[in-house]
C-alpha cells in the first residue's frame, strides 16, 4: 500500500512540489503544480503536505504576530528571523488592491503595519490556502504549514546555516542544504534532481524541505511550533511545523523511509 508526502513552495504563480511514497523510496516525483488541489487531488493523494504558506490568518494583528511566527523567528535567531514575514490580518490578506491590503492592516494591527509589496505578491498563496481549508475542511488533517528555513535550521542541529539561498554565498547555501536533505533521509536521486522548468533552484529545495516534514508528521515525530498550536476565528491551526532533527554531516542512522 502506497503512502505518498509531499511538500510544496509557492513559485512565480504556482507550486515547486516533491513527492515520495514511503513504502518504496525509490517512487518519486517533482514537479510544478498549477494548484493545491493539483497535487491533493492528484494520482498519488498524498496524505501529508508540508506547504510553505501561512494557515491560520489573524483578524486582528497584536503583540507581535501569530504565535507560530513569534515560535519560529524565536528559533532562527536574529540571524534568520527576517525570512519569517509579518502576516497581515485578513481583510488586508483578501484585499483587492495592495493600496487596500496597507490600509486595512493598518486599521487592523497593534502596532499599526503594512505588508511590504513583496509580502503583498505571494498573498495569492495564502488566500489559496485559506479559501482552499474553510470549503474543505477536511483537507486540514493533510496540508500543514512549514517554513523551509526553520526546517533546515532543525536539520543542521538547531545551527545556522553557513550560506544564504540568495546572494554571494548561494551555491555554498543550497549544496548545504542538498546535504541536510541527503542526512534526512531522502534518496540521492531525488535530492540531486533537475529542477522542473519555471521553477528555482531555492523553490526545489524548499518544496523537498516540506516533503521532510509531511513525512515527519505522518510518522508522528515533527515538532509543532508553538507547542500546543493556536486557532485562527475559522479553526484553522496556526503552527508551523518542524522536521526531526539531524546531527549536521551524520547520516541517519533510520531507513531512508521507514515505517511508524
Given at each position: 500500500m502506497a503512502r505518498w508526502v509531499a511538500g510544496l513552495d509557492g513559485c512565480r504563480g504556482a507550486w515547486a512540489g516533491a513527492l515520495i511514497d514511503l513504502d518504496d523510496p525509490g517512487a518519486w516525483r517533482v514537479g510544478l503544480f498549477p494548484s493545491i488541489t493539483a497535487l491533493l487531488d492528484g494520482p498519488e493523494a498524498p496524505l501529508a503536505v508540508g506547504i510553505d504558506v501561512p494557515i491560520g490568518l489573524p483578524d486582528r494583528v497584536t503583540g507581535g504576530g501569530r504565535v507560530a511566527d513569534l515560535a519560529a523567528r524565536a528559533m532562527l535567531g536574529p540571524g534568520g528571523r527576517a525570512s519569517?514575514?509579518?502576516?497581515?490580518?485578513?481583510?488586508a490578506v483578501y484585499a483587492e488592491t495592495y493600496e487596500a491590503a496597507k490600509a486595512l492592516s493598518r486599521a487592523a494591527s497593534d502596532p499599526p503595519f503594512a505588508p511590504s509589496i513583496q509580502c503583498w505578491n505571494i498573498l495569492r498563496y495564502v488566500r489559496e490556502a485559506d479559501g482552499l481549508l474553510r470549503e474543505r475542511?477536511?483537507?486540514?488533517r493533510r496540508l500543514h504549514e512549514v517554513h523551509p528555513e526553520v526546517a533546515f535550521r532543525c536539520l543542521n542541529g538547531g545551527r545556522p546555516l553557513a550560506g544564504?539561498?540568495?546572494?554571494p554565498a548561494r551555491q555554498a547555501g543550497l549544496d548545504q542544504r542538498r546535504e541536510l536533505l541527503a542526512a534526512a533521509g531522502l534518496p540521492p536521486a531525488l535530492v540531486g534532481s533537475d529542477r522542473p522548468r519555471g521553477v528555482g533552484a531555492d523553490d526545489h529545495l524548499d518544496a523537498m524541505a516540506g516533503l521532510v516534514v509531511a513525512r515527519d508528521i505522518l510518522l508522528g515525530r515533527a515538532v509543532p511550533l508553538p507547542d500546543p498550536p493556536g486557532r485562527d476565528a475559522y479553526g484553522l491551526p496556526v503552527v508551523i511545523w518542524a522536521p526531526a532533527s539531524v546531527p549536521p554531516g551524520q547520516a541517519a542512522e533510520r531507513d531512508a523511509m521507514p515505517s511508524p
Open positions: 519569517v514575514f509579518p502576516v497581515p490580518p485578513r481583510s475542511p477536511g483537507l486540514g544564504a539561498k540568495k546572494g
